[in-house]
């Protein structure tokens, strides 16, 4: 097989064997779950909640999708919005003020909200100070007005616990907790679904045309509690009677308009794409085979490592015809040599290589030979 030909069905063998290594190790990354956040709609694992999701796809007269979009993207009539995995401390700042508009749009239009938290370790008492002094020092800022957050609002505080022991492991028939945050001060509103001893932990209440629900710990969404502990009766009590549920993963991070793939799609770049691997095939396509064609007997195998002389030899090959080869280096010789009225000279000057030139290359190259070696000639005789 030709080197070259050899070389390149290696290079490119090596290259698919490099595309399906980096293919296989996303894969198994995403397969493995661990490149999504808990709670995930997206998450396979115990962490996940892909299960709740496509155990919904599966039922008739229902709707179900991923929002990874802003929530001004959600329609809120007829429509359950599920927040899983929210985290106590983000819930006061960005969920209260940030996602609050959003929120009461989907509630004025009838739409239901559920708000399920991340469980929660029990906090130290200095920690439990350094908040509240933080919360102090935000309302007491002169620059800022004083505005209510969204769970003021609604009539609920959430509260976390400070004693370990209160929340080992649970023996309760009713929601399991693994969470020591808990909902306190509620406004008469509120319903309590579940609690865990005197602390209320799955509350809903109406709000504006719609309603809000909840959870302390999203736990009882997960793919480990569907497995382990499904209570399908409690699931269809958080969907409601709407018909449109949506899961929201732009609040855990997974935005699509944030992703060069998602803006090329937007965008119907595809096409860049392909233009792309086009150009880079042809540029390891013109690195592995010459765009020259082959000169005539001789290898193109041969081509690397020549000299300069075997260069310009192989240069002068493809670029000048071969039965005018004679004539242009006669030519080339009459313009840089001085007349000396030789042999030579006079069988240069006439055109009878013109009709053969082979025989006309001899003629000159004995004429040549006995213009620089004579005394051949005289040896010889």
């Not at 490099?18 to 397969?31: I, K, Q, S």
């Not at 195998?301 to 670029?319: D, K, M, Q």
Request: hydrophobic content about 45%; proline content about 6%.
């Amino acid at each position: 097989m030709d080197r070259r030909k050899l070389t390149a069905a290696t290079a490119a063998l090596l290259a698919i064997a490099f595309v399906a290594g980096v293919y296989a190790l996303f894969r198994l990354r995403f397969e493995a779950a661990d490149a999504y956040p808990v709670y995930s709609t997206l998450r396979a694992d115990p962490l996940g909640a892909k299960a709740l999701y496509e155990s919904l796809v599966l039922q008739p007269g229902v709707t179900v999708s991923r929002n990874m979009r802003p929530l001004a993207a959600v329609k809120g009539r007829d429509t359950t919005l599920f927040l899983l995995g929210i985290d106590e401390w983000s819930a006061q700042s960005a969920l209260a003020f940030g996602m609050a508009p959003d929120l009461e749009r989907i509630a004025h239009t009838g739409g239901r909200t559920v708000i399920a938290f991340l469980p929660q370790r029990p906090r130290q008492p200095l920690e439990v100070e350094i908040e509240k002094q933080l919360r102090e020092a935000t309302k007491r800022d002169p620059k800022k007005k004083p505005v209510p957050t969204l769970f003021e609002r609604l009539g609920v505080t959430l509260q976390v616990e400070l004693d370990q022991t209160r929340h080992s492991a649970g023996q309760s028939a009713d929601l399991p907790r693994y969470t020591a945050l808990w909902f306190d001060q509620l406004a008469p509103e509120w319903t309590v679904h579940r609690a865990y001893g005197q602390h209320p932990v799955w509350i809903e209440r109406p709000w504006l045309n719609g309603a809000i629900v909840l959870v302390a710990d999203s736990w009882m969404l997960s793919n480990e509690a569907l497995t382990r502990e499904p209570d399908a009766a409690s699931l269809a009590d958080l969907a409601g009677p709407n018909h449109n549920l949506v899961f929201d993963e732009s609040h855990l991070g997974l935005d699509e308009g944030g992703s060069i793939a998602g803006l090329m799609r937007r965008y119907h770049l595809q096409g860049l794409i392909a233009a792309l691997l086009a150009l880079a095939a042809l540029y390891v396509w013109k690195n592995t085979s010459p765009l020259l064609a082959r000169a005539p007997g001789r290898d193109v195998t041969g081509y690397s490592g020549f000299s300069a002389a075997a260069g310009l030899v192989t240069l002068l090959e493809r670029s000048i015809p071969a039965p005018k080869l004679l004539d242009i280096c006669i030519g080339e010789y009459k313009s840089t040599a001085p007349a000396r009225g030789t042999k030579l000279e006079e069988i240069l000057n006439h055109n009878e290589h013109a009709a053969d030139p082979v025989r006309g290359y001899e003629t000159i190259r004995q004429a040549l030979g006995d213009l620089t070696h004579p005394w051949k000639k005289t040896s010889s005789n």
